[in-house]
């Protein structure tokens, strides 16, 4: 069963550190992993997309890290903002041999963080 | 350029009661999608379009109905609404394939007594 797990669940820091959130996942074939930002009330917002062959990405000071052997891949927050208080959702996509991805999609249940001032 | 809108923000409904979300996007974008989001849960698809006046089921259709009649706009249908229907709703859209983003909407929050 394809599945993703995020890890922790929860998470508070304190304004300007960094920290690291984790994604696993069982979908194979894998086409591409995302990172989603979602504020509360609001609906999810794209940080980034990686395929298999790209090991990270960067949007800001949002990095993610892709190891595709080990199906991990990791959010990094460098020096955190009150505004990055939100959920992390990592969805994985199914690599879909008969084109369109639109039921190819796992979704994580999310990492809660909140930055602290 | 709006994005992806949704309406009403906020509904709340009585058992048995049947009601019609709509989604829109000016993005022009080939496929549109309809998920629901519970607490502790990621993410399900309801249903899904990839294209005007088509539609599929995605991983929880039961007690759902779509339409997909103009490219811009996808309705989700409730013919009568149940207490497990309660949550919130967010519409997506993407220009198709596997690597587009999807873009969402603010969500639906629906209450059903």
């Known amino acids: 069963k394809n599945q993703v797990e995020q890890s922790p669940q929860s998470l508070i820091i304190l304004e300007g550190k960094n920290c690291t959130l984790q994604c696993n996942y069982t979908v194979s074939p894998f086409s591409n992993l995302r990172w989603y930002k979602q504020d509360t009330g609001r609906g999810p917002v794209s940080l980034t997309i990686?395929?298999?062959?790209?090991n990270t990405k960067s949007n800001g000071r949002y990095t993610a890290t892709l190891d595709a052997d080990t199906k991990q891949s990791s959010l990094h927050i460098t020096a955190s903002q009150l505004s990055d208080s939100a959920s992390y959702i990592c969805?994985?996509?199914?690599?879909?041999?008969?084109?369109?991805?639109?039921?190819?999609?796992?979704f994580g249940k999310g990492t809660h963080l909140i930055i602290q001032p | 350029n709006a994005g992806v809108t949704q309406t009403p923000k906020f509904r709340v409904l009585k058992t048995g009661q049947s009601m019609t979300l709509l989604c829109a996007q000016d993005m022009n974008h080939e496929y549109m999608y309809w998920y629901r989001q519970d607490p502790g849960m990621g993410l399900r698809l309801i249903h899904y379009?990839?294209?005007?006046?088509?539609?599929a089921k995605g991983e929880v259709p039961d007690g759902y109905n779509v339409s997909r009649l103009k490219k811009q706009n996808f309705l989700l249908g409730l013919e009568s609404a149940a207490p497990s229907q309660t949550s919130v709703y967010f519409c997506a859209s993407s220009d198709g394939e596997e690597r587009e983003t999807q873009y969402f909407g603010p969500g639906t929050r629906l209450l059903v007594l």
């Open positions: 990686m395929t298999f062959s790209e």
């Open positions: 379009s990839v294209g005007e006046g088509t539609t």
């Open positions: 969805v994985v996509s199914l690599k879909m041999y008969s084109g369109g991805g639109a039921d190819g999609l796992t």
